[in-house]
């Protein structure tokens, strides 16, 4: 491990991404910026007449979706600038805008939905025989008929569009503080040198086989967090009151109603999955024992958490090793999906090493017309190859769905946008096991497998309870301060881990350093993502081209259908319990195969 940050100048170019596939200059953006503002002063235009005739219908939604395109490639430029250095002023400058036109182009055509929703649905069909070019706006008119209950006067949807950009303040504010403020003290390493303490080292970090250094960045990097613990709840704080504002603007019961049903979820899926989980807690508490076991320590710690329970298996992968790999297990879903990760390697779609200012974690993001692209942060281990075909996996369901569908059909959900990923993830992990050679090697993989249901099936079943209790207490007054939602967060820590783990107090904090808990109910969706995608995979590996077909047309689906009939196509019912217990009971096999191997 390097001893310190490089500077994104000192990162190899072939590292980091190309943004010059979406705009050669600033200037460039600039131009598309305006532009962007210019195509929703004409939307605009059409206020007061948007439906009053088949003709002005079709014109106005071409303009909509002109404007819609224009601003996700200023949007997406801009964001991508930005993360990749946070305390670069330039690209602060380029988000700033972009968010502020963000904001403009939502108040300039928040009057369309009222006006469409005005227009009696006989007469939208007779619009859509009178112009066959409606056609193409079928999913976006039956979408927005769908949330009919939940719209408002033209003049109130103005309104909240021009409070959305005021909204972003506690995520921005929460980034600002993680990414480019946020500063950790040092430790010195397994040989003595200095390591520097960053977000992106912290499982690194925790998986060293020297457990006082584990203890002591645990400690460290919590103590750092608890320190501002105050404002972290501040700025949780606000971004649970903005979310319940929009849910009873809306007339929703609840802000979780209101999240799952913009996805076109039904809350009972998310329950269903709670209860799944709360009856397979016992297999959770038989994995902390399996852990506690084979660490061979008399307690178990939360800084023993990531540590690989084969501890003489040197499992470093250089970023080469791991390009390889995943051109290797994704095989199984055929030659053109092979031919675009490969190009996803070669044409630089992919930012790969963490830098000084560069946002933490990992995501994919798309730009409609140009191609996908993926943040990473890698350094070097299992986990990072797996984070690799992971954000690979987003971005071959953005490459199809955009491939196959128009702006606004291609932008599947949020409930199915986990498959993908998750499914490239099983299928990595089943070529690794196959080709494992020793005993060791295979209990390293067997571990990933564990820690994978670990931290996705039940972790994030676990933020998902967070939230929703966090956000009960909001809407029946109860005030949330570091003290009540560190006091929520380590009960159930405990709740979860059993009695066989040591809950440290440091683990109370961890709250504040979850950034997807500013996303609106996003967590649940990794659970039953991750129950869909084990299906899927061992689907695809049983049956081969049989399974790889209805895949490859849910991944080129977008959103033509409800999230749960799109899954439905790959051959998994989520809207039944059958998924969720299927999938605990591989883990519950994992967790017997591991323990056979060192009986």
């Known amino acids: 491990m390097e001893q310190r940050l490089p500077k994104r100048s000192e990162v190899p170019g072939e590292l980091t991404w190309r943004l010059e596939d979406i705009y050669e200059t600033d200037e460039a953006w600039e131009k598309d ?22 003709e002005t219908l079709l014109e106005v939604l071409e303009l909509a979706e002109s404007c819609s395109m224009k601003a996700q490639s200023v949007s997406g430029y801009a964001n991508m600038r930005h993360d990749q250095d946070m305390s670069d002023p330039a690209g602060q400058e380029l988000y700033q ?16 939905e009222p006006e469409i929703l005005a227009v009696p649905e006989e007469r939208l069909l007779e619009y859509r025989a009178d112009e066959p070019g409606i ?7 039956r979408e927005i008929a769908r949330r009919r209950p939940h719209s408002l006067s033209a003049e109130m949807e103005k309104l909240l569009a021009s409070s959305e950009e005021m909204a972003m303040a506690p995520y921005n504010g929460f980034g600002m503080l993680i990414n480019a403020d946020l500063k950790f003290p040092p430790v010195k390493g397994e040989d003595g040198a200095e390591i520097q303490i960053t977000n992106g ?29 105050n404002t972290w709840a501040a700025l949780y704080d606000g971004q649970v009151k903005q979310q319940i504002f929009y849910a009873k603007a809306r007339k929703y019961p609840s802000a979780f109603e209101a999240a799952v049903d913009a996805n076109n979820v039904d809350p009972a899926v998310c329950g269903a999955l709670i209860d799944s989980v709360h009856r397979n807690m016992d297999k959770m508490h038989r994995y902390v024992r399996l852990r506690k076991k084979l660490l061979g320590v008399d307690e178990l710690h939360m800084y023993d958490v990531y540590a690989p329970m084969v501890s003489d298996y040197d499992a470093a992968v250089s970023y080469d090793e791991a390009k390889e790999l995943a051109l290797e297990a994704l095989k199984p879903l055929g030659e053109e999906y092979i031919s675009v990760v490969r190009r996803a390697f070669d044409e630089r779609w992919i930012d790969v090493l963490e830098n000084e200012g560069k946002r933490g974690g990992a995501y994919s993001s798309g730009v409609y017309g140009v191609h996908p692209y993926m943040l990473l942060n890698y350094n070097s281990t299992v986990d990072d190859v797996f984070t690799l075909v992971h954000e690979m996996g987003h971005s071959m369901h ?16 949020i409930f199915v946008a986990e498959v993908a990923s998750t499914t490239n993830e099983v299928l990595l992990l089943e070529y690794m096991l196959k080709r494992a050679e020793t005993r060791e090697e295979k209990a390293y993989l067997i571990n990933h497998y564990l820690e994978s249901f670990k931290s996705t099936l039940y972790r994030q079943t676990m933020f998902e309870e967070f939230e929703r209790k966090t956000n009960a207490m909001a809407e029946e007054g109860v005030p949330l301060t570091a003290d009540s939602l560190s006091d929520v967060y380590y009960r159930l820590n405990q709740e979860y ?67 749960v009939s799109l899954l439905r196509i790959a051959g998994v019912d989520m809207s039944t319990a059958a998924p969720v217990d299927a999938a605990l009971e591989v883990f519950d096999g994992a967790i017997t195969e591991m323990e056979e191997l060192y009986r």
């Open 201 to 229: 080292r912290f499982v690194p970090l925790q998986m060293s086989k020297d457990r006082n250094l584990r203890k002591e960045v645990f400690e460290k990097f919590y103590g750092r967090y608890a320190e501002f613990a």
């Open 135 to 141: 056609e193409k706006f079928d999913v976006m008119l």
């Open 497 to 563: 881990f059993g009695e066989d783990m040591v809950s440290d107090p440091g683990i109370a904090s961890e709250w504040c350093r979850i950034p997807h808990f500013y996303y609106n109910f996003y967590v649940y969706q990794y659970a039953t993502s991750f129950a869909a995608a084990v299906a899927i995979a061992h689907r695809i590996l049983d049956e081969g081209e049989a399974a790889v077909g209805p895949y490859l047309k849910f991944l080129s689906s977008g959103c033509t259908q409800d999230p």
């Open 33 to 54: 910026r305006q532009e962007a503002l210019a195509l929703a002063d004409r939307t605009a235009s059409y206020e007061g007449r948007a439906a009053e005739s088949a």
């Open 97 to 112: 805008k972009a968010q502020s036109m963000e904001v403009r182009i939502g108040e300039k055509t928040a009057f369309l």
């Open 398 to 413: 953005t490459w199809y769905s955009e491939k196959n569908q128009s702006l606004y059909n291609a932008n599947y959900k």
